[in-house]
């Protein structure tokens, strides 16, 4: 977190960390003279939720939109690979045009929680997650007058949907486990950790057409619906993974 503070020119005090409730002066539109500067030379992650909707909505497998459109990238500490957004020609993201965003409802988290930050720490005892403003100096939102909290924000923007579905996978990637010296993930636990975050049409084959079945019990009315529902299978995925990589009570083997 100090790194991605200390490359945005940011210095986390009791002045720019925020709250829920804490107040800011915002607005984006398209009479902006900026309007869209924003979505070029970026770095955006996905999360599995940002592909569900965006793969979706472009009709494509989560395999077809993964090739298309993301890059992979390797966490350095836990050596997990992430995926972040594929950009265009003179570093512009895709899907943005003249009239704006054209994948706009179905935008990833980080689109919806700019101009903020948000900060996680790993270790629970260092303190709560915050927020922060993220200032460039293109941006000509700051000198609007609309006037929000950081929560009203959140819910204008779509947030808590995303953090929701998001919020079991941010238990894994958060773990400390992953971030231990000693411990480096081999090979297959770094395959199995990518399938099931990113690619859920794999997963689904994966539990549908191998010996999973025969492992773990599952009621059969969940089985029914992860069949069709990815929103669900995401979640089932995330919580396979807190058991396969760290032994969590999520899923229930069968006795024999």
Known sequence: MENILEKLGIELNAETRLTGDSKFSFNCHSALSCFNTCCSNLDIVLTPYDILRMKNRLGLTSAEFISEYTEPVIQKESKLPFLKLRLGQEGKCRFVAAEGCTVYGDRPAACRYYPLGFGIYKNEEAGDDFYFLIKEEHCKGFGEQREWTVGEWRKNQGI?????????????????????????????????????????????????????????????????????????????????????????????????
């Open 160 to 256: 808590d949907e995303y953090d929701d579905k998001n919020r079991v996978w941010m238990e894994v990637i958060l773990n400390k486990k992953l971030y231990s010296p000693e411990l480096e993930p081999d090979e297959k636990s770094l395959k199995m950790f990518f399938m099931a975050s990113y690619d859920l049409d794999a997963f689904r084959e994966f539990v549908f057409e191998s010996r999973f079945l025969d492992v773990f019990d599952i009621e059969e009315e969940r089985l029914e619906i992860i069949r069709s529902d990815d929103s669900e299978l995401m979640l089932f995925a995330h919580q396979w993974l807190l058991f396969a990589l760290f032994k969590k009570p999520t899923m229930n083997l069968k006795e024999s």
